[in-house]
């Protein structure tokens, strides 16, 4: 069985910065695309970004040029910096594997942009 453990996230004011991670025990990594989702309060849960097998990447244009997404297959954990945070950023953010997800969900890690 997959599990998947976010951390990293925590309250930040806005322009600040965050490193989240997301340890995937229980599966051959290094074969999946990965990715980070994220969900604010009301509201349904949103594609951030993803990573190829072979590091290509992907981003909502809402993170374009302000996310970074990176993989360590030895570690099997995917990260997400994030820069410039916004206030709009504020949501819990998950990882998982895509397009299909691996048919359970980490608990996530709060991540609250606010002064």
């Known amino acids: 069985q997959v599990q998947l453990v976010e951390s990293g996230g925590g309250l930040v004011q806005p322009g600040g910065s965050l490193r989240l991670s997301c340890v995937v025990s229980?599966?051959?990594?290094?074969?999946?695309?990965m990715g980070w989702y994220r969900q604010a309060p009301g509201k349904q849960r949103e594609f951030v970004a993803d990573?190829?097998?072979?590091?290509?990447?992907n981003y909502a244009d809402s993170v374009k040029g302000r996310f970074t997404i990176s993989r360590d297959n030895a570690k099997k954990t995917v990260y997400l910096q994030m820069n410039s945070l916004k206030p709009e950023d504020t949501a819990v953010y998950y990882c998982?594997?895509?397009?299909?997800?691996?048919?359970?969900w980490g608990q996530g890690t709060q991540v609250t942009v606010s002064s």
């Open positions: 998982n594997r895509r397009p299909l997800d691996f048919g359970s």
């Open positions: 229980g599966s051959i990594f290094r074969f999946y695309v």
């Open positions: 990573i190829s097998t072979g590091g290509g990447t």
